[in-house]
């Protein structure tokens, strides 16, 4: 358990800190092609006895090259460009693990095993988990401008090719280090969702990268303590808990929450009537004050 929650705080800081460029630049769809593409590059990194990180950068960038040739290539659009590759490498690994002789269960790959993380796999995910952090840390400025702007930032002498392909790296190093704690099935969750809820509570990108990773970090030990008194999947609390929090968020956020809207106009429209009804009735005493 100490080593689940070391990994989940880890996993879920990174994951959020990445997920408020892939929500502003609109790639949700692209981490879900980018998180389910690595996994036959996972499976023949174990085979090679590699690193599981060398394995899925390859075949992440594989991935992004196969969607722009097949979008560019022909009369397909790039959701199903996506649609096509990620799904298509998806199915390779599933294949090569079922002919994969193992003494470990390389299902685990896609379904997280966050109880079973060993010294050395936390030691992988934090390793992991820091470079992702001080890269993206020290090119926050550009990522940022790129996901704003990508327009001006090739106009002010930076490559939006190269920022793009920066930011790709590190969703491969990502859905590794994320790995271990929900697998591949769920590793876009954790890599949109807090993202997503920290959009909603901030117009401020500063602020996003605040709340985002906390947020994260939040959910993700509230989900595995949940997960270790119901016995329940850990991966699939943790995931479950962000997915509330959002929700939350959406339905009652102090700005932009459905029903706090609602409320607000309620109130507003309450007043407006009180208002009318004290015009006329002051018009029917005889004043000359003016209907607002």
């Known amino acids: 358990m ?13 994951c959020a800190l990445l997920s ?39 075949f ?31 199915a390779l690994g599933l294949v090569l693990i079922s002919v994969t002789p193992s003494h470990t269960d ?13 010294r050395a796999d936390l030691i992988q995910i934090a390793v992991l988990g820091a470079v992702v952090t001080v890269v993206a840390l020290l090119k926050r400025r550009d990522l940022t401008l790129y996901a704003f702007d990508p ?8 490559n939006p090719r190269l920022l793009g392909a920066l930011l790709l790296g590190l969703l491969a190093f990502t859905a590794v280090t994320a790995l ?13 969702t807090p993202g997503a809820t920290a959009y909603l509570l901030t117009d401020r990108f500063s602020t996003m990268l605040v709340l985002a990773p906390t947020v994260s970090v939040l959910s993700g030990v509230t989900g595995l303590y949940v997960s270790y008194y119901w016995d329940t999947s850990p991966g699939g ?19 932009r929450g459905i029903v706090t809207r609602l ?7 309450g007043t407006t009537r009180v208002r009318r009804r004290s015009a006329m009735s002051t018009d029917q005493a005889g004043t000359t004050r003016p209907l607002p």
Request: aromatic share 10%; glycine share 12%; net charge neutral.
């Open 2 to 14: 100490t080593r689940a929650l070391a990994a989940t705080v880890i996993a879920s800081f990174v």
């Open 237 to 255: 609390m943790i995931v479950l808990v962000q997915g509330a929090v959002f929700a939350a968020v959406y339905l009652f956020g102090p700005r």
């Open 180 to 192: 271990q704690v929900v697998g591949i099935v769920l590793v876009v969750a954790m890599l949109i």
């Open 151 to 158: 327009t001006h930032a090739w106009a002010i002498g930076l």
């Open 263 to 269: 409320f607000r106009n309620g109130e507003r429209g």
């Open 106 to 118: 390389l299902n685990h790959i896609v379904f997280g095993n966050l109880l079973g993380v060993s």
């Open 20 to 58: 408020c460029w892939l929500v502003l630049i609109g790639w949700s769809l692209m981490g879900d092609a980018v998180a389910h593409a690595v996994l036959p590059g996972v499976v023949l990194a174990y085979l090679l006895e590699l690193p599981f990180a060398l394995g899925a950068v390859v």
């Open 60 to 90: 992440g960038l594989l991935a992004v090259t196969l969607i722009g040739a097949v979008r560019e290539g022909g009369r397909i659009k790039e959701d199903a460009a996506i649609g096509i590759v990620f799904t298509t490498l998806f």
